[in-house]
């Protein structure tokens, strides 16, 4: 026995270490300005056994497809040398070298030698080419083979490729949205750059000023370079009621700011304003695996299609590159939310020990009080996708392919019979459309996605459609065309971003996959405050910017259903970050959408009161909320203004 157990162990090791002796590999330079054109060498340095004919090397580059394209690496190519993405390849004897690019997204570079390669002789891959705007740690995938039908060999550990962000261009001003008179606070100022990356390296002052003429704030604040583009102010104190702001204003004119308001009161706040994203993919939903190779070891080269769409249904759907540490630091440290949720693909790659690693990220950001978090997948069938949220960890994913419709997946979530949300994510206005499935799973379906990426994904930034799943009663893709069906669904919005910037906004031109917010009226920042609030509708929606909503009928806020004998006297209040245009109060009633109540502000925040005398019946609210555009005088093709929906509240008249 103990014959045969030393050869194991010996088996084993030799095979680690005959792996590992390929080759080795120097990446130069390590650190990469975000978006810059570089000059990147891949050196491999082999092994004792070195390379034979037909052996090689291989890379795997950040690339992508759509209009991401352009955010992450040029895609390789070997047609032009003053081309972006341009890749050669050499080796340290001059031994005869081909390189080919291949994958289906073409963002694998293969090295193969026609000539032997000793030990400690080396190939080197160059690439040049636009590196990836999206500041953080990459890895430097790589494999080796000795030679021609060895299969592909990963390295134990790679080295990282560090990608620092650019410039500052804009400083944002961030602290709680509901403060008690008198009592400290806690404010955030984060420097962000053009791709919405914190900017490390800023420096330089910025001056504070505040609506409240006896707030205590301090009059500048320096960035520092220890501060790594983010300054906490430990205890600002509002000292004059109602709707209140801090801004920043940079007296060298480097950057641009952003602000948000706080409702003051005398009292602690009943309710909290809570801002979140429920829905953000990365490579953790797929354990960060790329696509040299898929789940049964097979080289992805020579498979198919469905192979690789195997691959990239899961994770980010861009070689998994992105880590959910990453996008959850960024929602909570970058972002300022309140709650984040990932919700990764439920593809085969979702396996049961990527979904408990899933988790286990989640967890370990759940701080309450502070930050929440909850667990979700997203459930991809062809056309009709839905998030499902849960606040406890017993919950499960179910894949597409196994629960092929959404009566399939409702049955699934019935017998497994923990708490769940199965919020629509409507993504194309496809006339066959049935996402909605009236007949099915409204307990689940207390919530939609009313806005996502989706609205803006295929325009010119910073061009946006936000109303584009709103209205059309008779459109089989918008809410109107559910409510009117009868669905008594409140709103959230989202990003689905996939590139570890949850709640990014579309600051710039450079910002892609930016999307909307998801807000919570609730009394503390945990999971079951987070959880009764998404239950109940006591929600909103938002285009990715912190404008503060309250809406109420007779004193019930949005999401509630009520009946009353009196005509419905309906209230509200806004704070925007911009000049508000348009404040509407839309009614469904006897199968019509219109207008009741419209007011243009030309004001950052604005009060509602105003009694519905008209309606009789059954009759449904919600308030719209649209400010001003970003870019006035531009010739955009849509909007570039930003706004929020409440959810609806249903009231029956006597």
Do not use: C
Request: no cysteine.
């Amino acid at each position: 026995m103990r014959t045969l157990w030393s050869a194991a162990v010996a088996l084993l090791v030799t095979g680690a270490t005959a792996s590992a002796q390929i080759a080795r590999v120097a990446v130069t330079p390590g650190s990469l300005d975000a978006g810059g054109l570089h000059d990147v060498q891949y050196v491999f340095t082999m092994g004792p056994r070195g390379l034979a004919p037909g052996g090689g090397v291989r890379i795997e580059i950040p690339v992508a497809y759509a209009e991401t394209e352009f955010l992450l690496w040029s895609a390789p190519q070997t047609d032009g040398a003053t081309l972006p993405g341009y890749v050669t390849a050499t080796t340290s004897p001059g031994a005869p070298v081909r390189v080919r690019v291949d994958g289906l997204l073409r963002g694998i570079v293969e090295a193969t030698v026609e000539a032997p390669v000793p030990a400690g002789g080396t190939v080197t891959i160059r690439y040049r080419g636009q590196v990836q705007g999206i500041a953080g740690r990459i890895t430097a995938r790589h494999q080796s083979r000795v030679r021609a039908g060895d299969p592909w060999v990963a390295p134990a550990a790679s080295p990282s490729i560090v990608v620092r962000p650019a410039r500052a261009e804009q400083v944002a001003v961030q602290y709680a949205s509901d403060q008690t008179l008198g009592q400290p606070f806690a404010v955030t100022l984060v420097a962000l750059d053009r791709y919405g990356n914190l900017a490390t390296g800023f420096t330089g002052t910025v001056q504070l000023r505040s609506t409240d003429s006896a707030a205590v704030v301090p009059r500048t604040v320096a960035f520092r370079a220890a501060d790594r583009g983010r300054v906490v102010i430990p205890a600002a104190v509002f000292n004059t009621g109602g709707f209140q702001k801090i801004t920043a204003s940079d007296p060298s004119r480097r950057v641009t700011t952003t602000f948000r308001y706080a409702m003051v009161d005398i009292r602690p706040p009943a309710v909290r304003h809570l801002f979140g994203d429920t829905h953000f993919h990365s490579g953790t939903g797929a354990q960060e695996q790329g696509f040299f190779t898929n789940s049964t070891g097979a080289d992805v080269n020579t498979t198919g299609t469905n192979t690789f769409k195997e691959l990239n249904l899961a994770g980010d759907h861009r070689a998994n590159f992105t880590r959910a540490t990453d996008a959850y630091t960024y929602a909570r440290d970058v972002m300022h939310l309140d709650f984040a949720s990932t919700s990764e693909h439920s593809a085969p790659l979702l396996t049961p020990a990527a979904w408990r690693g899933s988790q286990d990220v989640s967890d370990a950001f759940y701080a309450p009080g502070r930050f929440t978090t909850l667990y979700g997948f997203e459930w991809t069938p062809d056309l009709n996708h839905y998030v499902v949220l849960y606040r406890d960890r017993a919950g499960q994913p179910f894949r597409h392919d196994l629960y092929p419709d959404f009566p399939a997946l409702v049955r699934a979530l019935d017998v497994q019979q923990v708490s769940a949300l199965t919020v629509p994510h409507v993504s194309w206005p496809f006339a066959n459309h049935n996402i909605w499935q009236d007949s099915v799973g409204a307990s689940y379906r207390r919530l939609g996605e009313l806005y996502s990426l989706w609205n803006s994904r295929h325009l010119v930034q910073p061009d946006d459609d936000p109303q584009l799943f709103e209205v059309g009663a008779d459109d089989r893709w918008s809410y109107q065309y559910a409510w009117k069906r009868g669905n008594r669904m409140g709103v959230i919005a989202a990003s689905d971003n996939h590139l570890g910037h949850p709640g990014a906004n579309n600051s710039s031109i450079s910002v892609r996959h930016a999307g909307g917010l998801a807000v919570v009226l609730a009394p503390v920042n945990d999971r079951d405050g987070v959880w009764n609030a998404m239950q109940a509708r006591a929600t909103y929606a938002t285009t990715g910017t912190p404008i503060y909503l309250d809406f109420a009928a007779d004193g019930h806020q949005m999401g509630s259903e009520f009946r009353t004998v009196r005509p419905v006297r309906l209230t509200g209040r806004v704070a925007g970050t911009n000049r508000l245009a348009r404040v509407e109060v839309v009614r469904l009633m006897a199968g019509a959408f219109t207008t009741v109540f419209l007011a243009r502000p030309e004001a950052e925040t604005f009060a509602l009161d105003f009694v519905d005398t008209t309606a009789t019946g059954s009759a449904m609210y919600y308030l719209r909320v649209t400010q001003v555009e970003e870019y006035p005088g531009r010739l955009y093709s849509h909007a570039t203004a930003e706004m929020a929906w409440s959810s609806p509240i249903w009231v029956e008249q006597d």
